[in-house]
């Protein structure tokens, strides 16, 4: 009895903390800061501080507003390096590969770290009473977690390992895998329990979960290309997708017209709305974005493949 009531009184008073906040100034000034984008205020932040999504992801730095700057300083940074490795003998190549993956982080820490940009996240996430948690994905890419309870962290820290265990099954277990280059940069796209946790953290409705492993793990197949020929025979039928189900960026919907992602992205929708009409316009836009995002997908996945390869780190 003392427990449930110590638990409603912390409820009550995390209640009382997130209205303050979203009556507050704070949206206000959060809406007008350049130095995030528009969806990753809305997806990233303020479904988080909402309770609607237990944590978001932020790659970093390329969500972040003109995010090839700081490729771009990083590739300066490492021009010599990467040269002494291209021309070096076959002997030397794994000594200096390890000494160009240590400048890339050292580069990464001055361009990124200290960026302007990076402050301003940092920032917000305090402003806004969440916790957040950073991955180095490759040295040049890092994740930025947010999030408010300290369990979502445990589970974190759980995942940076199931991620390491199955970049090292993808490396050494799988000729399969070792066909595709991109595929072995992200190993962890061929473990059941990475893409389970990872989408249960990120809140995404169990169904699309479940569907997003089945194409990845047994059909070998493109998530984006289904989620995208999806919505193309819904237009050939006259029908049109449901934009809140396409609730955050990356995110694919098992089918477009999914009641479940439908529901969270009308939660975020409702309670922006209570607060901010702004806010909820502003909302219904990145939606809309979302959705012709996974619809061009087919054009763009070229382009993308490209500039992947072309970074290896
Ligand atoms: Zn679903």
Redesign the pocket.
């Known amino acids: 009895m003392r427990i449930s009531n110590k638990r409603s009184r912390w409820n009550l008073l995390r209640r009382k903390k997130k209205a303050n906040i979203l009556e507050s100034e704070l949206p206000t000034q959060l809406l007008r800061d350049p130095f995030l984008l528009d969806y990753v205020k809305i997806e990233a932040y303020l479904a988080v501080v909402l309770g609607i999504r237990p944590s978001s992801l932020i790659t970093i730095p390329a969500e972040f507003p003109n995010k090839d700057l700081y490729g771009k300083q990083i590739d300066a940074l490492c021009r010599e390096d990467l040269r002494i490795l291209k021309n070096a003998g076959v002997a030397d190549k794994p000594v200096l590969i390890q000494r160009l993956k240590e400048k890339i982080r050292k580069s990464f820490k001055q361009v990124v770290i200290e960026s302007k940009a990076y402050q301003t996240h940092v920032k917000w996430a305090k402003q806004l009473f969440l916790q957040s948690y950073q991955v180095e994905v490759r040295p040049s890419i890092h994740e930025f977690y947010l999030f408010k309870d300290s369990h979502v962290e445990r589970k974190l820290r759980r995942l940076v390992e199931v991620r390491k265990i199955a970049k090292k099954t993808a490396l050494t277990d799988s000729p399969k895998v070792h066909a595709q280059r991109l595929n072995l940069v992200y190993g962890e796209e061929h473990s059941y329990d990475f893409l389970n946790s990872m989408g249960e953290l990120l809140g995404y ?1 169990s ?2 979960v479940q ?1 997003y492993i089945e194409d990845r793990l047994q059909k070998n197949a493109s998530v984006e290309i289904r989620a995208s020929k999806q919505i193309e025979e819904l237009r050939n039928n006259g029908e049109k997708p449901d934009t809140f189900a396409f609730f955050a960026r990356n995110f694919f ?3 477009p017209k ?4 439908n529901a969270v992205g009308k939660s975020i929708s409702a309670q922006l709305m209570d607060f901010s009409p702004k806010l909820a316009d502003l909302h219904l836009d990145c939606l809309k974005k979302n959705v012709a995002t996974i619809e061009n997908y087919p054009e763009s996945i070229t382009r993308y493949k490209e500039n992947l390869e072309k970074r290896a780190f």
């Open positions: 409705p169904c699309c569907s919907p098992c089918t999914c009641q479940k992602a």
